[in-house]
């Protein structure tokens, strides 16, 4: 694996979403608040602009051909769609995709290939190595409650049950005092796969990942992605701890994330902490063919 590993601090745009910034004890991550909100379109008109709207309607059906007219009306309404779509594509802060326009039109293209369902695990492939997942060893629990509402694509976002900050420091700790326990196996640094967010790597991977990418962790909605085992996939969508990549979609175009990409709820308290270790642990033997175990009791 050719990249260098080093440990880093997670950022959010500005420009993307309402943030606000603490700085905290000395050794941890700045605390950084964000808002993520999706906004319906909606369009609010008081007298004055309900007056030109009515006055520029009738005057372009009467000096317009119905078409023309029709055209008109039709494509103003696409450009104010268009501009709440990107609005809300910005809200979701950094990811994979550049926050620009190019970006948008970039997942807009890959929405047409992503998967509608990400609640269904992927078929059984024959020829995936090793036969059988390793969660069947020790089966996960179910999640309490309902899934929270995930949104996007590159970057894919929880918008509500973010989890605690306590959790999510935890969890960082978790993996620095693992990468420096085990330096000669794994290594911290910035995701490969979103371009921000602290990730742990395999130094030397089995199966083929971004750079070996086992987990990344998103300092936003302090939700993760990582590669499982197709049977470790099913584990956790069933029980309720996560979901599919949209760009998992199985078809004709290459996708820029594997097939086995998933995406991990927020823990929400220390007790679904451990069984997202306990997941992470699971990613960790799928990229490196080895067990990989978290110290997580030395660290909450």
């Given at each position: 694996m050719s990249t260098t590993l080093t440990q880093t601090k997670t950022s959010t745009d500005p420009s993307s979403a309402n943030i606000f910034v603490n700085h905290n004890q000395q050794g941890e991550p700045p605390v950084i608040n964000v808002t993520i909100r999706q906004d319906p379109l909606s369009v609010t008109l008081d007298g004055p602009a309900i007056f030109a709207v009515t006055v520029l309607l009738i005057l372009g059906v009467h000096i317009l051909q119905p078409v023309a007219a029709a055209l008109a009306i039709g494509l103003a309404a696409g450009l104010l769609f268009i501009h709440n779509d990107y609005q809300n594509y910005l809200k979701l802060g950094p990811g994979g995709t550049p926050a620009t326009f190019l970006g948008y039109v970039r997942i807009n293209w890959l929405k047409v290939w992503a998967c509608r369902d990400p609640f269904t695990p992927l078929p059984a492939d024959p020829n995936v190595e090793p036969v059988a997942g390793i969660l069947h060893k020790k089966p996960l629990p179910y999640r309490c409650g309902p899934r929270p509402k995930v949104v996007g694509i590159?970057?894919?976002?929880?918008?509500?049950?973010?989890?605690?900050?306590?959790?999510?420091?935890?969890?960082?700790?978790?993996?620095?005092?693992?990468?420096?326990?085990?330096?000669?196996?794994?290594?911290?640094?910035?995701?490969?796969?979103?371009?921000?967010?602290?990730?742990?790597?395999?130094?030397?991977?089995?199966?083929?990942?971004?750079q070996g990418e086992i987990c990344h962790v998103h300092s936003s909605d302090h939700s993760m992605h990582m590669t499982l085992h197709p049977d470790d996939v099913k584990e956790v969508i069933e029980k309720g701890w996560g979901e599919r990549h949209p760009l998992t979609s199985q078809c004709l175009l290459k996708m820029p994330v594997p097939k086995q990409f998933t995406m991990v709820y927020a823990p929400r308290s220390v007790d679904e902490l451990k069984v997202v270790c306990q997941i992470i642990e699971a990613a960790g033997w799928w990229v490196t063919a080895k067990e990989m175990k978290l110290d997580v009791a030395a660290e909450i």
């Open positions: 590159a970057p894919q976002r929880q918008v509500n049950q973010f989890g605690s900050r306590e959790c999510y420091l935890a969890l960082r700790r978790v993996l620095e005092s693992h990468s420096n326990v085990n330096s000669e196996e794994v290594g911290l640094g910035t995701s490969c796969f979103e371009k921000h967010g602290l990730g742990l790597f395999a130094r030397y991977p089995f199966n083929k990942t971004c």
